[in-house]
């Protein structure tokens, strides 16, 4: 299968069971990178989300965690291919990684089905179910590998999402930015994009169309994921 051209990298995903989608690219470049030296992708896949915060901070030191090996493979390809260094790959789950330092900026793109009935491929399985990684586990994770002025970003359908800020805030955390997204005007919000920080903090709330009533990519969209698409 060939690999997804972005205009810096390339990204192969042959062996992953989760593949290049429009939520991972619009998180990838909705993170703020600003200020961050070192950052931990929590589910790394095959990377994407690593190598767009990298495009973005070519200086940022990432560790990518996945826990599966075929993803791993894909990963591992990926940036070595790509333009930069500085990204380490661990094929482990999250709950047994090791770091001798604490991270400014915990990422993940997470499973998240609670209770949807599973399909055949039990990659696929890990990749989008929660028995892997529930949303404590995660928390409990960026809790274990930031330090105080740590941030964690998220994405999730709205449903998960509003149930995984409930749990953020029970564990202390405070929701420091949120984006609400639809795919079209006529559409309700399906994904929300979350940054939660140690410390409280003001909130920002912005919405965000992906496609606009003819069915085109929004302005908004567009400006957001201009410098990793190559059409646009």
């Not at 593949?19 to 993170?31: E, I, N, Q």
Request: aromatic residues 8%; neutral net charge; hydrophobic residues 40%.
């Amino acid at each position: 299968m060939a690999g997804f051209a972005f205009k810096q990298f390339t990204v192969a995903q042959s062996r992953s069971a989760m593949k290049v989608s429009t939520d991972g690219v619009l998180f990838g470049a909705w993170v703020s990178v600003t200020g961050t030296q070192r950052m931990l992708d929590i589910g790394a896949g095959t990377g994407l989300l690593s190598l767009m915060c990298k495009q973005r901070a070519p200086k940022l030191a990432i560790d990518a965690v996945e826990i599966d090996a075929q993803a791993s493979l894909d990963a591992v390809d990926n940036i070595h291919a790509s333009p930069w260094e500085g990204i380490c790959v661990h094929q482990t789950p999250i709950q047994t990684f090791v770091s001798d330092q604490s991270y400014d900026l915990v990422i993940s793109n997470p499973p998240y089905f609670n209770h949807s009935l599973k399909g055949p491929d039990a990659a696929r399985n890990t990749a989008r179910h929660t028995d892997s990684l529930s949303f404590v586990q995660l928390i409990d994770a960026f809790m274990c590998h930031s330090h105080t002025r740590g941030r964690l970003a998220v994405i999730l359908p709205a449903q998960e999402g509003h149930e995984f800020i409930a749990l953020a805030v029970q564990r202390g955390l405070y929701l420091a930015r949120r984006c609400d997204v639809s795919m079209t005007p006529d559409k309700p919000v399906s994904r929300l994009m979350l940054e939660f920080h140690r410390n409280q903090t003001t909130q920002e709330l912005h919405s965000l169309c992906v496609r606009n009533k003819m069915g085109e990519y929004s302005e908004a969209f567009i400006d957001l994921c201009r410098d990793f698409y190559l059409k646009m």
